[in-house]
């Protein structure tokens, strides 16, 4: 019963769904710092995720995502997990890629638009770690 919870369909890896809290700055020359807008993941994979968003991104468009996924930072194999984290900042560190606009269409209910992206570029211990996250998640879904 838990398999069909996971998004099995033309993609690469297969899609978690998951819940949580992004914030995207737009990718473009001048470059910006300033968070372009806030939405919620849809879903996850080690390639890519699903988001909503109130503004639309084109396709190609590049993007900055900070991503509020909880528990991914226990499985990083760096000096920074053998920290004391007894006040919870590094375990609350947003994952943070830069990835490319695949598909944009507006949402069922008519307030925003549905975004899929690809992974452009992840530090290598954190997409390590994401993975690690995902086949963790994969893994209790199925039980």
Do not use: C
């Amino acid at each position: 019963m838990a398999q069909a919870q996971i998004d099995h369909d033309k993609r690469d890896y297969p899609r978690l769904p998951k819940e949580v809290p992004l914030t995207i700055t737009k990718l473009e020359y001048p470059f910006s710092t300033e968070v372009d807008q806030s939405g919620f993941l849809r879903d996850i994979a080690k390639g890519g995720i699903g988001f909503t968003v109130a503004n639309a991104y084109e396709p190609g468009t590049r993007l900055s995502l900070k991503i509020n996924l909880k528990g991914w930072r226990r499985y990083v194999k760096s000096v920074v997990s053998i920290i004391d984290d007894s006040a919870g900042t590094v375990e609350n560190t947003p994952l943070t890629v830069i990835a490319e606009v695949v598909w944009m269409d507006p949402s069922h209910d008519g307030n925003g638009y549905e975004i899929g992206v690809k992974f452009l570029d992840i530090y290598e211990d954190e997409y390590k770690a994401l993975k690690k996250y995902l086949e963790n998640m994969v893994d209790y879904l199925a039980r």
